[in-house]
């Protein structure tokens, strides 16, 4: 059987800090996570801010020690083949990190040349790449004249130089109108559509729901669920009624229409602004990180 192409085992990330009585104690991002990624795959990690995705990329791309655990990347363990794997994944991280000194090609080239690319095998693809991304008109400007889109494109073009065969997003639309966040969106289908195996967070909950076949759903350092979206809506139930409750916007969640469609009737004659409608992957998040959570 071909290994899956990212696993974690029992994965704990500890961070030390100083509690409220003023000690010295070990704050526990990751606690114990143990998940697998098929080749391929598009696969999402949702959670709310401090939930741990970014500290698992950051694992995942060995930017930072585990505190215990296990980690496989195409079937090594990187504790014993960083180099190479490196040599395997790419990286698109949450803030931009271009150098701000250099145009849109030098810094294309810069990454190019740090894998250790042949001139005639870099230009070629940089070509390809700033094509394929919409980039080429720009190919000699400084990287501080993008817009925040055309940053992002090429973020993902750096992060593919050398052909990855996993590549990790960070909140990869962050701060994107939605035009720019779709055009993203189609740029990731594409590259998963080559048989890269894609990782990414998000706190757009939308976004997950388009690109991912699962997610994971992880909370104060737990893996709660991994599902496909459509699994996690059924599980919770397929009909939302939503109307003005008590304390704002408030929901109820059904298996048959027939069930929702009777529950709201008995709410429109007391309530205003009853809705029937699909439930979605952020009602499931909500209901699972909890209602109030970041309140």
Not at 7 to 14: G, T, Y
Not at 133 to 152: T, W, Y
Request: charged content about 25%; glycine content about 8%; proline content about 4%.
């Amino acid at each position: 059987m071909e290994p899956m192409m990212i696993e974690m085992e029992d994965l704990v990330k500890q961070f030390p800090h100083t509690d409220e009585a003023h000690q010295r104690a070990w704050k526990t991002a990751v606690a114990g996570i143990s998940l697998s990624v098929q080749r391929g795959e598009v696969f999402g990690l949702l959670g709310p801010n401090g939930a741990g995705k970014t500290t698992i990329i950051r694992m995942l791309t060995m930017q930072t020690q585990p505190t215990s655990g296990t980690i496989r990347i195409g079937g090594q363990n990187i504790a014993d083949a960083a180099q190479r794997i490196k040599e395997r994944i790419g990286v698109v991280p949450q803030h931009i990190n271009f150098d701000p000194e250099l145009t849109v090609w030098e810094n294309l080239e810069l990454h190019a040349r740090l894998h250790h690319m042949a001139r005639a095998a870099r230009t070629a693809r940089i070509t390809e790449l700033l094509t394929e991304m919409e980039l080429m008109a720009v190919r000699n400007d400084g990287v501080r004249r993008l817009s925040g889109g055309m940053n992002r494109r090429l973020l993902i073009a750096r992060a593919l130089i050398h052909r990855p065969q996993v590549l990790f997003l960070d909140e990869p639309t962050v701060a994107l109108d939605p035009q720019i966040r779709r055009r993203i969106w189609d740029l990731v289908r594409d590259i998963a559509r080559h048989g890269v195996t894609v990782l990414l967070t998000t706190h757009y909950i939308e976004e997950a729901e388009a690109l991912c076949g699962r997610v994971a759903v992880i909370n104060k350092g737990l893996l709660i669920d991994v599902q496909t979206p459509r699994t996690f809506c059924e599980q919770l139930g397929a009909h939302t009624v939503e109307w003005d409750g008590a304390q704002g916007r408030d929901y109820c969640f059904f298996h048959s229409r027939e069930e929702a469609r009777a529950h709201a009737r008995t709410l429109e004659d007391t309530m205003h602004r009853v809705l029937l409608r699909p439930t979605n992957l952020e009602d499931v998040f909500i209901e699972l990180t909890g209602r109030k959570e970041g309140l």
